[in-house]
């Protein structure tokens, strides 16, 4: 169990049932937050609830199902959480989608679609949210980005603009909102082994020493991130521990990419 670190605070998370978002959630219930976890995903929402209040005995949790992907769900995820525990002090924007085509064959309705998720959910719900952030006086905006919005590649053009969209977002808002006591800051994640990474790896036949070593040439610890490793910056960014910190994007990607 944690020791507080987010006491009397609540927090809404969007890509709740996913990977890092779960991780995140159970760790902020650990350290003591009223949390409301999103996600379009029911299913997955409905395990990730039950092992979070199965291991953290008294969490206060609440979960939304709702695609974020439309501009008026911000709204409504706002009002839920007002509805449910009065305030909000952090929000992390966490939710995102993924797109493989090149930029070359890249579609219309890809572009939209990863836009909507990725940036444009950032942006409305974190405007929805301003007002009850301000009331707080020490409202928190963590944004989940990617190693990717710094060091682009070939293969995932659209993904890769809506994550450097997202630092840069992340930069104009803590400036916007640094005379309303708001804290804006990313986390730009390397490469992260959560549950869709490996039901992906299982159906493509991938077995765990070829998981290894796609990681071992990914970063300096040559290894993959557990979501936990994701959830301990953005919770310190969350809390107040991270008083002095806004626009910053934080690289939680275990040293980058070996120049060597
Ligand atoms: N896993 C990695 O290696 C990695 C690396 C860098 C950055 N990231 C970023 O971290 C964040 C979380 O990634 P993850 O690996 O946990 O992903 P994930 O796919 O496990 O989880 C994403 C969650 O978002 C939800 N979601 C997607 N679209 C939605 C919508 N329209 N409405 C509501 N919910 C929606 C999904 O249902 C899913 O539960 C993402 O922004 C991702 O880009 C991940």
Known sequence: MGVGRLDGKVA?????????????????????????????????????????RKDVPGAQLK????????????????????????????????AGIRSYEPLAEAKRETWEKIISVNLLSYAYLAREALPALRASGRGSIVNVSSQHAVIPRA??????????????????????????????????????????????????GVGPAQIDAIAAGCCVLGRWAAPREIAYPILWLAS???????????????GGFSPS
């Open 63 to 94: 979960d939304m199902i709702i695609d974020i992907g439309v501009e008026e769900s911000a709204a409504k995820i706002v009002a839920e959480a007002q509805r449910a525990f009065g305030r909000i002090d952090v929000l992390v924007n966490n």
């Open 155 to 204: 293969g995932m053009g659209q993904y890769d603009v809506t994550k450097a969209g997202i630092v840069s977002m992340t930069r104009t808002l803590a400036f916007e909102e640094a005379q309303h006591g708001v804290r804006v800051n990313a986390v730009c994640p390397g490469a992260t082994l959560t549950p869709f990474h490996e039901k992906r790896f299982a159906a493509g």
């Open 240 to 254: 107040d521990e991270a008083s002095f910190v806004t626009g910053a994007a934080l690289m939680a990607d275990g």
């Open 12 to 52: 809404v998370i969007t890509g709740g049932a996913g990977g890092i978002g779960a991780a995140t959630g159970r760790l902020f219930c650990e350290e003591g937050a009223r949390l409301v976890l999103v996600d379009r995903d029911a299913g997955a929402m409905a395990s990730v609830c039950a092992e979070i």
